[in-house]
Each structure stands twice: as structure tokens, then as C-alpha cells.
């Protein structure tokens, strides 16, 4: 059996801006208990990427040879991630309803 490599995860800065909208979201329409259960899901999920980066599908908005964007469907959110050489960089978490454009801008995010 071959071992993955274990990867650093980072969030970006906008990650921590889209986090922050989420739960401000999810507190406003299903309460405080609610936002707080679905944030810590979402935590959940992004810190086993550290082994488990290659599980998730790449993200058919930004296709690329070697499938460094990869994401995560949690309900009606989409977690963008990348796949570097040394670490996993998780970019963005989008509304479903979200542009693909603004999906697309994920790729200039550092």
C-alpha cells in the first residue's frame, strides 16, 4: 500500500471572509446553534485534508491537467481547495448559487 504524503492545510485570507459570511448566514435563518454546528462541520472537513486531499473530485469550474483544485459539496456550499507541492490551500467556500465567474477568480487567490 502506498502512504500519501501528509500536507500542511493553510486558509486563505478570503476563506476566512467567506467563513465569517456563512455563519452569519446560517445564524440569521437557523439560529445560533445551527451556524455553529455547520461551521464546526466545515472545519471538520478542511482539516482532514491533510491525508484525505485526493478524495474529494476535481472542481469541474477550474480544470487543469494534474486536478489541483479539488472541492468540497457541503449542502448548498462549495469548498475550493489546491493542492500544492508542499500544502493544501483551501481558497474559497461559495454559495451554489454563485457565478462561475467568481468561481473562476478562486485561481488568483494566494
Given amino acids: 500500500m502506498v502512504k500519501k504524503q501528509r500536507k500542511e ?3 486563505s485570507v ?9 455563519y452569519t448566514y446560517g445564524e440569521e435563518i437557523f439560529g445560533e446553534i445551527a451556524a455553529k454546528s455547520f461551521v464546526a462541520d466545515i472545519y471538520s472537513r478542511i482539516w482532514s485534508l491533510d491525508q484525505m486531499y485526493l478524495l474529494h473530485p476535481e472542481c469541474r469550474h477550474l480544470p487543469t491537467k494534474d486536478k489541483r483544485y479539488r472541492n468540497i459539496i457541503l449542502g448548498s456550499y462549495l469548498i ?10 483551501v481558497l474559497r467556500i461559495l454559495h451554489s448559487r454563485t457565478s462561475i465567474k467568481k468561481i473562476k477568480s478562486t485561481r488568483k487567490i494566494k
Fill in 80 to 89: 475550493i481547495y489546491k493542492i500544492e507541492s508542499d500544502n493544501i490551500l
Fill in 9 to 11: 492545510v493553510k486558509i
Fill in 14 to 22: 478570503q476563506f476566512d471572509q467567506d467563513i465569517i459570511s456563512v
